[in-house]
């Protein structure tokens, strides 16, 4: 499993002078959407000016919109399409919003489709921008991602699974620090972060299609 998250050490320096840090975690989850109909969760940022992102999973093909934090619209960041899924292709999708106040806020989304899905966010403080999303898909129930950055930045990556007939079993992960895991019988999510070129490698009992996605977080 991912090393458990020391909220005790400093956060790292970013090129610059900026610093990218971790911040907190939402209260995302797992669900067997209605098409048309939105679901939410809260995301509660401990540090004003923090940047949330929104890290969504459909077993099947399926538009998300909108995406909105507090009625705000989220922006994209990047995707991950499969090769497959229960009812045309899965996929991840990341969304962030900047400048995010120090309260609780709730992150909306509203699918197209009735499909099993796995949602979680993370907010991080100090971020200027993300690189390009790095990006890898696979079969099967091994999933693994080299994923790069720079000095003083940060990665976010995420996993997603995908079973078919029910036989997802929970995702287990290496590399980095864990922040999120969840999934049910067909879709599941684990999201880690670290602060070096990383590679990171997830089990996943019974899946059949997989992806990663990253971004280096930076000042």
């Known amino acids: ?20 840090a971790y911040d907190a975690e939402g209260s995302g989850s797992t669900i067997l959407s209605s098409a048309g109909t939105a679901f939410t969760w809260s995301h509660t940022v401990n540090t004003a000016g923090a940047t949330i ?14 995406v909105t934090c507090d009625g705000t619209a989220m922006t994209l ?12 292709d899965g996929f991840i999708s990341r969304y ?10 709730t992150i909306s989304v509203t699918p197209s489709a009735d499909a099993w ?18 990006t890898v898909t696979g079969t099967g129930t091994s999933a693994s991602q080299s994923a790069t950055c ?13 079973g ?5 079993g929970k995702l287990s992960s290496t590399g980095g620090t864990a922040l999120f895991n969840a999934n049910n019988s067909y879709a599941g999510l ?7 070129s990383t590679a990171f490698s997830c089990s996943m009992p019974g899946a059949t299609y997989w992806g990663g996605l990253a971004n280096a977080l930076a000042a």
């Open 77 to 88: 960041v990047g995707t991950v399409t499969l090769t497959g899924g229960n009812s045309g």
């Open 96 to 105: 962030k919003i900047t400048g995010a106040s120090a309260v609780a806020h």
């Open 190 to 196: 684990s999201i880690g972060d670290a602060s070096a």
């Open 1 to 20: 499993m991912f090393a458990a998250k020391n909220l005790l050490l400093a956060p790292k320096a970013a090129s610059g002078g900026g610093v990218v």
């Open 150 to 162: 720079s000095t003083g930045q940060m990665i976010l990556q995420a996993f997603i699974g995908i």
């Open 53 to 66: 992102y929104a890290d969504i999973v459909s077993d099947r093909s399926n538009t998300l919109s909108p």
């Open 164 to 168: 078919s007939s029910g036989s997802l």
């Open 117 to 134: 899905m796995a949602y979680g966010s993370t907010s991080f403080t100090g971020v200027g921008s993300e690189g390009a999303a790095q």
